[in-house]
């Protein structure tokens, strides 16, 4: 068995739930960002058990109706749970609830 993969973070640690918490009368959007507290590493995309971390994290995005942010390198993309769920095969978690 060789060692030669290395261990990259964990996919899940890459996504993050934002809140609006309020915005001002400048116009100011204030978040609350909501992470899932991962610094793992793993050779597969998630560490064991991680995919329900974020699963749990994209249905409380989807209930609240928050964006999900996600962070690759430089790259911050904010997006719908529901796209996001269906972006990582797990359309049976956007299924779970109505949809407009
Ligand atoms: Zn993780």
Redesign the pocket.
């Known amino acids: 068995m060789t060692t030669s993969e290395t261990a990259k973070p964990?996919?899940?640690?890459g996504y993050s739930l934002l809140v609006l918490v309020h915005e001002n009368t400048e116009g100011d959007k204030v978040w609350q960002q909501t992470t899932?507290d991962?610094t793992?590493t793993?050779k597969r995309t998630?560490?064991p058990g991680?995919d329900a971390?974020?699963k749990s994290l994209l249905i409380q995005a989807r209930a609240g109706g928050h964006q999900v942010r996600r962070t690759t390198g430089t790259t911050v993309v904010d997006r719908d749970a529901a796209r996001v769920a269906a972006d990582l095969g797990w359309e049976d978690l956007t299924g779970a609830a109505p949809s407009t």
């Open positions: 964990c996919e899940c640690s899932t991962c793992a793993t998630f560490a991680h971390k974020l």
